[in-house]
């Protein structure tokens, strides 16, 4: 699949993005005119940059406006398709993209829109370029792809096609399998977007909200199916109007970009493989026809099986140990020869990390994640662009294959054990004798707090590289500003990772974001009396919330009393119940314990304002 | 009008948010429940601090998903209701909002939805409650507020009303003189919320877009106007759920929230007097009649006949006084008694501030404005909650009122002249001799870079202090993301000011923001030659612009000469044309020499992507 995109996704100057996109291995570029216009590269410039960056110059765009005028707009518009025409032949490209007449189309009248667009095309091939039309979303007169095509069909001319563009047609829910039946010397380019399922108007949609495929809820690999299926074998090119991405560091979108695409050549290549076309028969035949565009695919990974470890670094980190020890975790012993600690409780094992540089306050720095083959997981992450984390290992120990998540959280792909132990626990020396029989737990999952510019490029890389699902986005009120929260599970609910974006900080600055780590047990009562006689400092729920549980949930007096006791919140659904604490929070770190009783599949949403208001609450004594 | 505002509106806990409000000087509060549930306040500490500071609890809300139920679900719904009652006893408040409900209705039928409205309104009376009852825009059945009211009058329980909230009311677009017929006796509350139109589903707009009254685009005169005309007494509170309000300083936004107020209840009078009941005579008659509320009025300003001065500030300011001197303005001394400097071309005047603290970089620092009377127009400020500016004078000269804008710029309410002269610059000592008749100019707009938080903030203290009119907002692309542009202007166009939000800035932090000042020429093109003549640095202006210029506008070539050899830019609309030109930037200003023809009204918009782009170009070269 040759891979392209318009550089108005990104931010910064012309040739920063060029520059951007041929580090992240794009094949080509559309070139956004207004990039061009504002930039004092001259043509020749920009051609001779993109041949030595090795990047196609695919795509001029937009050319807007053209077609369903008058008489003397026609002419003025001809004039000036001409004059862009010869720029284009300075830049050395051969392709320009016409969108649907959204504001000076007065006629609506498809013989007379042919009619044009046919001049319009007879110019185009006396000077070598093609005319690709496409067909807005919200074009006045045209805004539906087949319509679109159809005028080209009318035309029948040499220099006419048209452009795919996902979110024109997704977005008004259009039927895509219709593509199929196109013929493919008429499709001129095709443009990939996606988005969040938003109802408003869609041209704001489409200027604010568009994402990278993988990072919306589009269905792209089935629109790019039928494209693979129509025999387009041109650019797939994306084309995201992002308020964040024209915000964020250019190479750093521009990698998220590229991985997007190669994502989505692996979906498309998997939904070829799982859908006939109509009209053949479900297995054996037609499908496994061979089309002309070549999709890569990728090393395969199932979804991870569970946590394999969360590893928190400090360098004071007693804080950190004394929480563990209070809520029931036992000391296992240090490593042989680094400088971290062990600290388990039933499966749920915590790794302590005292090699942080002095100052560093007590925060979240790793996790590791159960998988079927750490080599081919770290294989499929590479080639979806993640950047590898080193890790010193000594002979006879474990190597982890690590990677680093947007946020910066170093990912470590584990081998997973049928019985849920960690082969690499033996590396470390003798702890403190155990106190009891221990309580069964696991990591119930992680909260990760995410910087706002790479909320989008976070969800994108746990699902294409571990195999996350992400799920409907909840806001959550705080004293700060909303929260947004975003949660990425495997399907039996093994790993549940939570992403959430923090309202932007105010000047004023306190830090009020804070991530954590939740362990799951049988029994939270007995687990919090425990930890209460160990000395813990619980967060400190007011009592106010528990007249509100008993208005809302009319609870049994005795478990309403022992509740508030203990400080634990509680919530309930037609699934089953949740019985959940907090502790206080060392530097950006808290710990959760929770019991999930019958089929609760939430996090206690409901309770979170709650939690936020303490923990602001605790910051603003 | 008693004034009030729901806790929802603001950041922080419960206890900033009522002391930012008794600051900001409201008579009452509306408690949203999830900050009494979060808060480690008791209801009886609530009632207490309340007390202290001198607030009503006007409200307790809001109670959801009551009506249209199954019998078991009803006897849940009493039960919490019940709960809530018992609280709100312990708080000391009389009246529950209880909206329509949303998601467990599952009967419709007005019959039913009495009944049980009935049960909940005895069993609020036991309790000594009111239930004001309110159609959320979205309800599932109930969504218009004419259908709640009706709910109400079938009832006829002496504990239950209607709640009326603007917002659930104009975003239906609802006609609202309705209202006038309604029993005021029945209308047991009133919230109101402004909201810029967007086309999106309602719960979202609702959610995150309120703004306050004089900030967005509702009629809310009107409708403040017919509730009024009903006969309604109580508190007109604000309801406002917006994500940037829920951030920002909680103080300054309650402070906001009291100037809309204070706004809308003059803009109310004023539309009183302005439009009789239906079915009256237009003049003389029922309009004048009096209505129990009272509405204050606040002094009367017209609009601002125009700048009267800019004021530019630095520790260093050769360079300003070098780039002033190059556009061809004269300097005409030092003031007498301060280290500034007046420098002029025609009319327009600027200041030069060499006492700012060392290491300011260059800045605007304040803007005068002409108006009828600057006592006047300081006294309508200030009661408008306008931060007064103290500037030191002497005796003998004049004495400027001013006040602080959201953003920190002084505004000083000057005495306008006819023959568009101040008085002030007698103060200023002797400069250099003229050279030449001098060329007649004016400041035709000034672009003030807006912090964020205090963006909409800005929109209604420019608004409801200076009377000037917001326009539609535009957005402009830049390297450095979209910065949203929202123009203020007088009628006449006689001041034009620019209210732009820039991008949040990135970590990396570059300096992306600027801010300028722009003055009108007769004659941009020999403005411009003999700038370049006493060696101005002008913003340079790629060849590509020129080239894309042509294509769009078809110009003559000598014309398109002059205008790429000088840097200057071009817009022609249906109403004239627009020369422009920039210089480079010094701190974070920069000026802009402009030549308006024909009814040209615009600010050269398709230009100003040119504009940011080379300005960032300049700063990442």
Not at 121 to 135: K, P, R, T
Not at 162 to 181: G, N, P, Q
Not at 374 to 397: C, T, Y
């Amino acid at each position: 699949m040759r891979t392209g995109i318009a550089t108005v996704c990104l931010s910064g100057t012309l040739k920063e993005k060029m520059q951007a996109c041929a580090i992240a291995g794009f094949d080509g570029i559309e070139i956004f005119e207004q990039d061009l216009v504002t930039s004092p590269l001259s043509p020749e410039q920009v051609r001779g940059m993109a041949a030595d960056l090795g990047l196609d110059l695919d795509l001029y765009q937009p050319f807007r406006d053209f077609d369903g005028v008058t008489p003397d707009l026609l002419k003025a518009n001809l004039r000036r398709a001409e004059a862009k025409f010869a720029l284009m032949s300075r830049l050395g490209m051969d392709t320009i993209l016409v969108c649907s007449n959204v504001a000076t189309a007065t006629i609506d009248d498809d013989g007379l829109r042919a009619e044009q667009l046919a001049q319009l095309a007879g110019l185009a091939g006396d000077h070598g370029i093609n005319v690709a039309y496409e067909a807005l979303a919200w074009g006045k007169y045209v805004n539906d792809y087949e319509h679109a095509y159809r005028l080209v069909e009318m035309v029948d001319h040499p220099n006419l096609g048209t452009c795919l563009d996902s979110f024109h047609i997704l977005s008004r829910d259009w039927e895509t399998s219709h593509i199929e039946a196109f013929n493919p010397e008429k499709i001129f380019f095709v443009q990939v977007a996606d988005a969040p399922k938003l109802s408003m108007d869609v041209l704001s949609w489409s200027r604010h909200y568009r994402v990278f495929p993988g990072e919306g809820q589009f269905d792209l690999a089935k629109f790019m199916g039928h494209v693979v299926r129509a025999g387009y074998t041109g650019p797939v090119s994306l084309e995201v109007f992002n308020d964040v991405f024209r915000q964020s560091d250019v190479e750093r979108t521009a990698v998220d970009a590229m991985r997007s695409l190669i994502w989505l050549e692996e979906q498309s290549a998997q939904w070829l493989a799982g859908n006939a076309p109509e009209g053949t028969p479900a297995a054996g035949g037609a499908h496994r026809r061979r089309y002309p565009m070549e999709l890569a695919t990728l090393p395969k990974v199932n979804e991870p099986a569970g946590f394999n470890f969360a590893e928190v670094k400090a360098d004071d980190t007693a804080q950190l140990e004394k929480l563990l020890g209070q809520l029931g975790f036992e000391f296992e012993g240090r490593h042989r020869t680094k400088d971290v600690q062990l600290w388990t409780m039933g499966q749920a094992r915590v790794i302590i990390n005292e090699q942080a540089a002095s100052h560093t306050e007590p925060s979240i720095a790793a996790l590791g994640f159960d998988v079927d083959s750490p080599v081919i997981a770290s294989a499929r992450a590479q080639q979806l662009k993640a950047p590898v984390v080193a890790r010193k290992v000594q002979a006879d120990e474990e190597v982890f294959q690590g990677i680093s998540a947007p946020d910066s959280t170093e990912i470590f792909l584990c081998q997973g054990s049928p019985d849920g132990t960690a082969a690499w626990t033996h590396e470390f020396g003798e702890g403190l004798e155990h106190h009891g029989a221990g309580t069964s737990a696991v990591i119930d999952h992680v909260n990760l707090a995410q910087p706002w510019q790479h909320f989008d490029e976070a969800v994108l890389f746990y699902t294409s590289a571990l195999a996350l699902e992400p799920q409907p986005f909840a806001e959550v009120p705080s004293p700060s500003g909303l929260v947004r929260s975003q949660v990425m599970e495997t399907t039996d609910g093994a790993v549940r990772l939570v992403l959430n974006l923090a309202p932007v900080q105010q000047a004023s600055g306190h830090k009020t974001y804070q991530e954590h780590i939740a362990f799951a047990v049988d029994d939270l009562v007995a687990t919090a009396r425990a930890a209460r006689d160990r000395g813990l400092d619980f967060l400190q729920i007011p009592a106010n919330y528990y007249e509100d549980l008993d208005a809302r949930f009319d609870l049994e007096p005795g478990f309403l009393a022992t509740l508030k006791e203990l400080n634990l919140l509680y919530d309930r659904d037609a699934d089953g119940e949740f019985l959940h604490f907090y502790t206080a929070t060392v530097g950006s770190v808290f710990f959760e314990m929770v019991e999930r009783r019958g089929g609760y599949n939430g996090y206690g949403a409901p309770n979170a304002p709650v939690r936020h208001a303490v923990q602001y609450d605790s910051l603003h004594p």
